[in-house]
């Protein structure tokens, strides 16, 4: 209706003027405006100067904190009113139901400086209405704060655990939305804030359903069940397996409320569907059939034949066959009228599961107990039943394994279901594998370490015999050197001489003696060394006193081979000396 210049020099100051009197005005005026604040700012966007946009800014923030604190020359008696307060609090209230459009004002990048505070103030409010209305709008602030929405994951979970149901119950509505965006964060956050996220979120959750499970509330106890389906896009199997689905069980034998009781069947249908643990699926199944399909209680079987519709709906047709189809027969017989009931009117649904040829014994099971139906029931409205129902199977054509146009899209979907069932096999096969693969190599790295440390260990104790080995060799430096001077001594001593025939064949057998008594006494500790490799340097060192000894007794017996043949020069000297006198 008004064009820029109009809006920025009319309306705007207007707006402006009219906010800055509210205060003074009646309290009336400040509930009209806080509803309309959002809208106006919205509307204006564009037209503000920067001190123009800080000022609305902190008008709303004023008007986020009203009654919380003396705001404004309110003076406590007039606080403690009760009509004020309630007028306070309607202001914050609509502050909450306006906090989106105020994101959109502030813009998400300056959210954290400008307005995480009011947020957190408001999801904190001692009056209850403000925080319903923070609930309602989340799943809104969620969306605009986009990769951002880590930043307000503790609020989440602070509302997830009020202690008010209404709280609760605005949370609820848009749950499985909420989860996935502040799970994913958004389209540019990583695994890092999911990771960071869920492990406080999994307890708040837990939390939640046990305080609405314990109310007289059960349509919200129902809602909430229901919104648990979506855990599997939120959170791992195994989270679910452990937190969720023994609770969901629990539900389904112990709650007196049908529709509460049908909502927790049909979750657990949903996280069996996605649970991606073969052993897991196992016990599910079995607990199932024992508990509750051969339970002892006729509620606890009617419920079973409700899970069955479920499975029926979720999972492949060859999946409900081999797992839940005879077990549905055997109630054919039970005692309980109801369950017989029950029963005949699943058989039209039974017979649809089936595929020929390949499950023409389970079709022949049919026949056969709709034949002893026939015979043998007793209770009209059951046996009424029976014959309606027998009129609709004999009508029916069952799907053979090739696709036929009338089934064709039912086929279709039932394929894509058991495809499904075979890619969360395989998957869990891989994940099996690369366990296995990733456990194989960190064996193998223990084992390399291990066999490096011992390879260092034993690297100590070979280093000694070369320390031996080096020693042995000085020895055996030393010890020929000492063998050289005792060979030259007594080359020495017997070149000095003329030897005597007589004393030649003595000296030849001292001379081997006392080379042989060297090469004994040199060779022995060589032998020694060699054998016993490890043993400690001193060992080694005793070959220095037997080669010294030795070398000492080899230049003794020369000495005494030098004065023996001196005295025997002197004495044919003299012989000689006799000889010439008498001759003359």
Known sequence: ??????????????????????????????????????????????????????????????????????????????????????????????????????????????FHIELYATFFCLCHDPDMSVRHSMALGFCEVCKLLGSNVYLIHKELVALLQDDSLEVLDGLIDQLPETLELMTSGGDNSGLDNKLMIVPDLVPALTSAEQRVASNLKWRSHEKLLQKFSCLPHIISSDQIYYRFLHRMFTIILSNNVLPVQKAASRTLCIFLRYNRKQEQRHEIIQKLVEQLGQGKSYWNRQRFLDTCEYIMEFFSKSFFCKYFYLSVLELTSDPVANVRMKVCYMLPKLKSTLKLPADKHLLQQLELCVRKLLCQEKDRDVLAVVKRTVLELDRMEISIDAFQKRFFEKDLLDQEKEREEHLLLEMEQIEKEKQQSEARSSNEKTYDRKRRDSKTGSALPKSLPTVISNSSSGTQTVVSRESKKSKLIRSQSFSSHVMHPKHSSLDKTNKSNSVIGVGKNVLLPFVEDSLKVRTSSASASVAFPGAATTSSRVTANAAEQKANGSKEAQARKLSLKKQETQSL
């Not at 009646?26 to 309309?36: F, G, Q």
């Not at 920067?50 to 800014?57: D, K, N, P, S, V």
């Not at 004020?84 to 459009?101: D, G």
Request: hydrophobic letters at 35%; charged letters at 25%.
């Open 1 to 110: 209706m008004f064009d820029h210049d109009d809006r920025s020099q009319v309306v705007l100051p207007l707006v402006k003027s009219f906010c800055e009197k509210s205060f003074k005005a009646d309290e009336s005026v400040l509930t009209s405006l806080s509803l309309h604040l959002g809208k106006l700012c919205h509307g204006l966007q564009g037209l503000f100067t920067q001190e123009q946009q800080i000022w609305f800014l902190e008008f709303y923030k004023k008007l986020c904190r009203l009654g919380l604190h003396q705001e404004n020359g309110h003076n406590d008696n007039q606080i403690q009113n009760i009509e004020l307060e309630k007028k306070y609090s309607m202001v914050r209230k609509h502050c909450a139901y306006n906090f989106p459009a105020m994101v959109v004002f502030v813009g998400v990048k300056n």
